[in-house]
Nanobody, 123 residues
Framework: QLQASGGGLVQAGGSLRLSCAAS????????TGWFRQVPGKERECVAA????????YYADSVKGRFTISRDAAKNTVYLQMNSLKPEDTAVYYC??????????????????WGQGTLVTVSS
């Protein structure tokens, strides 16, 4: 199972850190992605980290503001979000790709998903 947490209400320019804790048959040592979704839009990958942690992906909209990282000892992947904007408001999900060695931003290739955590950025 994947447990996402850390969402909340923050003012524009503020920061939040999301956590994705893995347990059971899932493992944060797999490639892990953070996605977000707003009503009426497709789920978007904002960041992903490879199994080794050596490769990362960021959507253009969050580059320079968001950082994905992994703590293997805690079996947890984090998404540090700085300089938040109102357009970052969404439900954020973490997901694991247990099948591939490489890194992907395609939601349909991730096979384990956590529940969402709501991030609301006020202007």
């Amino acid at each position: 199972q994947l447990q996402a947490s850390g969402g909340g209400l923050v003012q524009a320019g503020g920061s939040l850190r999301l956590s994705c804790a893995a347990s059971g048959r899932t493992s944060s040592s797999y490639a892990t992605g953070w996605f977000r979704q707003v009503p009426g839009k497709e789920r978007e990958c904002v960041a992903a980290i490879s199994r080794s942690g050596g490769s990362t992906y960021y959507a253009d909209s969050v580059k320079g503001r968001f950082t994905i990282s992994r703590d293997a000892a805690k079996n947890t992947v984090y998404l540090q979000m700085n300089s938040l904007k109102p357009e970052d408001t969404a439900v954020y999900y973490c997901a694991v790709d247990s099948l591939r060695v490489g890194l992907t931003n395609r939601a349909d290739l991730y096979d384990y998903w956590g529940q969402g955590t709501l991030v609301t950025v006020s202007s």
